[in-house]
């Protein structure tokens, strides 16, 4: 069974929560932005990457965090933020464990309890927190699929800015081609994000189950 943190609780902000860099978009559009362009960009990456940690269900920024679990007698806990890059502090109903009394997959962040080498369940007693520096080193750490869905969902935002509603596509021959939702379209998800971004994002989503 597996036991979900009920608060987690931010102990150092992120550094960055940008999941790209301007460059890196305007590069990729072949265009030298004008400081306006500049200003408009960091807005929609901003926004961008708001609808992704919302549509996930979880923060990508590293952060260093603390989660609490209430009475978890499971024999797993997933920790909030995730890869994990280190645990800093274990402590079960008021005892703090030492390292040979949990084990940590880094990727998923599970973390077991062990007694004797062994994996066994979390005592269930009280409140047990578990502190540690997680998510990803944005932008450079970011996984290339969410890095390029991330990627065109900022172009389609930036390169539409005010436009005609009724507008179907848009078209600048060698560099950028987009089709946005109109009035009964499909092109857009219920996140805000556009559906074929929802769809490659899909597989890092938090799962509770």
Same mark, same amino acid.
């Given at each position: 069974?597996?036991?979900?943190?009920?608060?987690? $609780?931010?102990?150092?902000?992120?550094?960055?929560?940008?999941?790209?860099?301007?460059?890196?978009?305007?590069?990729?559009?072949?265009?030298?932005?004008?400081? @306006?362009?500049?200003?408009?960009?960091?807005?929609?990456?901003?926004?961008?990457?708001? =609808?992704?940690?919302?549509?996930?269900?979880?923060?990508?920024?590293?952060?260093?965090?603390?989660?609490?679990?209430?009475?978890?007698?499971?024999?797993?806990?997933?920790?909030?933020?995730?890869?994990?890059?280190?645990?800093? +502090?274990?402590?079960?109903?008021?005892?703090?464990?030492?390292?040979?009394?949990?084990?940590?997959?880094?990727?998923?962040?599970?973390?077991?309890?062990?007694?004797?080498? @062994?994996?066994?369940?979390?005592?269930?007693?009280?409140?047990?927190?578990?502190?540690? $520096?997680?998510?990803?080193?944005?932008?450079?750490? =970011?996984?290339?699929?969410?890095?390029?869905?991330? =990627?065109?969902?900022?172009?389609?935002?930036?390169?539409?800015?005010?436009?005609?509603?009724?507008?179907?596509?848009?078209?600048?021959?060698?560099?950028? +081609?987009?089709?946005?939702?109109?009035?009964?379209?499909?092109?857009?998800?219920?996140?805000?994000?556009?559906?074929?971004?929802?769809?490659? =994002?899909?597989?890092?989503?938090?799962?509770?189950?």
């Amino acid at each position: 069974m597996t036991a979900y943190a009920y608060k987690s $609780v931010i102990d150092a902000a992120p550094l960055r929560t940008a999941v790209i860099d301007p460059e890196t978009v305007f590069a990729e559009l072949g265009v030298t932005p004008t400081a @306006d362009q500049s200003a408009q960009m960091e807005v929609v990456i901003a926004q961008v990457s708001g =609808l992704i940690d919302s549509f996930l269900d979880r923060h990508l920024a590293e952060a260093d965090v603390t989660d609490f679990f209430r009475r978890p007698n499971g024999d797993t806990l997933r920790l909030s933020r995730w890869p994990v890059a280190e645990i800093l +502090q274990v402590i079960e109903g008021g005892t703090e464990l030492t390292p040979d009394g949990w084990e940590l997959d880094d990727v998923t962040g599970q973390l077991w309890r062990l007694a004797g080498g @062994d994996r066994a369940c979390w005592s269930g007693c009280g409140t047990t927190t578990v502190s540690y $520096v997680g998510g990803y080193d944005l932008p450079d750490d =970011l996984p290339a699929d969410i890095q390029r869905a991330a =990627l065109d969902e900022i172009k389609a935002k930036f390169m539409s800015g005010p436009r005609d509603p009724k507008l179907r596509s848009f078209n600048v021959p060698d560099t950028f +081609q987009a089709s946005y939702s109109v009035g009964g379209g499909d092109s857009a998800g219920k996140s805000g994000l556009m559906a074929q971004v929802e769809a490659a =994002l899909a597989p890092y989503r938090r799962m509770v189950v």
